[in-house]
């Protein structure tokens, strides 16, 4: 405690007067629920955290910020603890509680004593949380909230292959709460639904406070994701008790309407920040359907929407395209954006959107441009006009897409269509909006984890990192997802192959907001014996081309993590262990990952 | 030759040409390839075999050679057809492919030692793949034949490869060659339209010993020509390899245009 007022005594001296007089934004968010925690802190009204924050004051200097923003931190910690008598956990860390807790461990809440960040990860053993069947579950995303009885849910939406056989039998997105027993299909209007998306408005106040949302695609059909289809959503304000879905979806594409579009990877935001706390964003890849020059989309763009009254109904705000775009905003630098990822910057309330172009598009448009670059697009809380920000550069043939988008296993005919896709996090406390990725090697094969963070405070890009623990060894790390903790610390999930040619598991790497990894080896999270002994990743099948098989696991997954007074945990779709009964399905796990 | 030693010989045969599970060369091709795109779609293309065991007893498939590489180290070089069963060859795992093949561009022949309860068709497929959308989707799937060989044809002998047209339509051919020799091979390949006794297309190429490739895009040329003989349509082609070292080759004419109409049943791709 006296070393914690000491640095901010220190702090105080050194910081210019200028920035105390101009303190970064604050967040009056609405004063957090507290449960049953071990030692209840004292909550600042005018907090300028989310209700994940736990503010460490020993690690602003390890986090590798700049220094107007570790000041800025500072400046704030110092003006908080001076001005609200926050308590201290008697770790020198001034705690703006969590409303959160481990979703397993609802019934024993408070029971586990808060651990310090230490360099390494421990992963308990894993816990079936869902779907040990026939069919397969892929592309998990979770989300937890804490309710208004005090207690914590946890939701997870993925999208459920019936009897591992998707071209057969199509795919559906289903959700399973710790509030119940029995997981539940998603009503759909049409035939097959996929790649969920969750978020959610963690307070009790202003629009639709405590609604955990799920968006995804609907289509007609499973395979060829032609027309209609439609741009689904659905919330719980109960935690995943009960569902709704809105009379209208957030966009649809008819028969007959011309250009055949699929609004595809849709991803969705919102705002945590105060003036426009619960309002809704959802962004999706319109992916034009047609052949040869009939592109009205060039080929592919951007459809943002809004909701401002909880997800009853959206209103298209932008549609982003190398045409040029609509609503005022600038046209995009290229022409085949894919993946994006609308995040918002709770401290600030400005909306931004982020996406990739893959390599290797096969058929070229005469304007596409920029392959291998992520771009970010900004704008304020309308999301109607957007300004195009400084594009992050990688290297030639550095995404995994169209042409070049699977990764081989140690058969040479097993291939796992994996195209890189973006996952993103607002990091509050480091100030950066975090992303992770999975590139190409520098020999052009296998793949590893990359990070790359935003910082918000200067709209600039800080550097990328790569994540594993060894950048191109020869093994294949993929499909990474990231989360951060209360004091900013970033914990990156990814499956890896870097112990059998054939199967892989997850593994775990955590980061300082600027991507610098710490000290710590890369923790394994599943026992590599969870899975079959000699088969190549079975996932799904999607077809065949000669002795060629394409397997998908999914395009990518979500993850939520907290460390708080009751540990982390991680969510990881993964093989059923020997000794069941379909050991080659995949089906939905749960780990406790402690630091 | 002593009586006793043509009654032997005669009995040998007899029992030689009787026996049912009598093993026989099977040369066939395998490949993958990424073809022709056009906007979200894409050809992928590959080649398959179905093996038919109409035997009583399960019958061994043995991998004699393989061209354009080798297999994987460990990789075992036979399995069993169960009787009164279809495989496929394209399932077997691990693989009969050269180590190192890529589902973009990949050609490779396999020298099969197959008994004869044992039939062998092989299977040239072309799938229509969407692809704007991430996972993948098989929009269609198409089939033609291939053919199979029992043994390389000698040295020079030329292989006529008749009726290398597909009708009216425009088309191209694409010449797989193998060269089963121990040398490299030199290989012509001609276009001949005998409407006007034509050599409408050449191309020369060399082929390292044990490897196949395939020349492709050679234009048939036109038919709108005066023949100097009713014998032929102005359509008709056909196709001359000569290599100079054991080999054999497939020939494959096809074309993405379409009659004018839909009374004719469309024909895209012909194979010898």
Known sequence: MLRARAILFLAGMLIPSAILASPPPVLPIPLPRIIQLPTPPAISPTSGVGPRQVLTIESVPQLGLSPTVERSILAHLSRKTSTSNATTTGDNTTAIAPRHASPFHAATAGARPFQPVTETLVA?????????????????????????????????????????????????????????SLPAQLPIR???????????????????????????????????????????????????????RPTNPITSEAVGSGHRHFDDKPSIAVSWWANTLGTVYAAAVRVDLDSGDNHDVNPNEIVIFRSDNGGVTFAQTARLSRNGSSYGSEPLPNSVPQSP???????????????????????????????????????????????????????????????SDYLVDGTGVSLLAQRSMLNTRMNAFGRVIGLVWHAKESNGEHADIRYNAFDTTI?????????NQTPNDGKDQWNGALDNDGSGTVMVTYYDRRDDAHRYRMYATKLYPDGTRYAGADTAVQRLQDQPPSEPEKAVHAFDQGPFKYY????????????????????????????????????????DVTP | MTTLKQLFLAVTLSTVVATPVLPRDVYTVGFAARGKSAGCRQAFWSADDDLYNSGATPATVRLLGISNGSLAPGTPTSFDVPPNNL??????????????????????VMHLDVPDTVTVVSKDIV????????????????????????????????QIKL?????????????????????????????????????VATHAVTIPANTILQVGGLNTGSSDVSCSSEAVSRFDRYTIVRVDQPSFSIVSTLTEDRPSSDVVPLVGIVVQ
């Open chain 1, 124 to 180: 308990s053993p894993l816990t079936l949380v869902c779907c040990d069947d026939a069919n397969a579950e892929q592309e998990t995303a979770l989300i937890t909230n804490t309710l208004p009885n005090g207690v914590d849910y946890t939701v997870t939406a993925f999208m459920q292959f019936s009897n591992n056989n998707p071209p057969a039998s199509g795919n559906k997105v289903w959700v399973k709460s710790s509030a119940n």
């Open chain 1, 190 to 244: 049409y035939s097959a639904s996929g790649d969920p998306a969750v978020a959610e408005n963690p307070y009790p106040s202003n629009i639709a406070g405590d609604r955990i949302y799920v968006v995804a695609t609907d289509g007609a059909d499973d395979q060829l994701h032609y027309p209609p289809s439609a741009l689904e959503i659905w919330y719980t304000d109960n935690g995943g008790v009960s569902w709704t």
């Open chain 1, 341 to 403: 990822q609308i995040v918002v910057d709770q401290n600030t309330g400005a909306v931004y959107l982020f996406w990739l172009e893959w390599s290797g598009y096969p058929s070229t448009p005469s304007n596409s441009t920029n392959a291998n670059h992520i771009f970010v697009a900004k704008s304020d809380a309308s999301a109607t006009g957007w300004d195009v920000l400084s594009a992050q550069a990688l290297a030639a043939g550095t995404f995994l897409g169209r042409g």
């Open chain 1, 459 to 467: 709209d600039q890009w800080r550097g990328m990192h790569t994540v």
């Open chain 1, 552 to 591: 998908t696991v999914g395009e990518y997954q979500d993850l939520w993590y907290w460390r708080d007074w009751k540990g982390a945990f991680i969510y990881a779709p993964t093989f059923s262990p020997p000794g069941t009964t379909y050991n080659t399905n995949c089906a939905i796990y749960h780990s």
């Open chain 2, 87 to 108: 495989v496929s060859l394209g399932q077997q795992r691990p693989p009969w492919v050269p180590s190192g093949s890529s589902p973009e561009y990949s050609l490779w």
């Open chain 2, 127 to 158: 799938q229509d793949v969407e692809l704007c959308i991430p996972g993948y989707g098989v929009v269609a799937t198409v089939k033609t034949s291939l053919p199979t060989f029992n043994e390389l044809v000698p040295p020079n002998q030329p």
């Open chain 2, 163 to 199: 009726g290398t047209d597909i009708g009216s339509l425009v088309a191209r051919q694409n010449v797989m060659i193998y060269n089963g020799g121990t040398q490299d091979a030199s290989a012509i390949i001609e276009i001949h339209r005998p409407c006007d006794d034509t050599l």
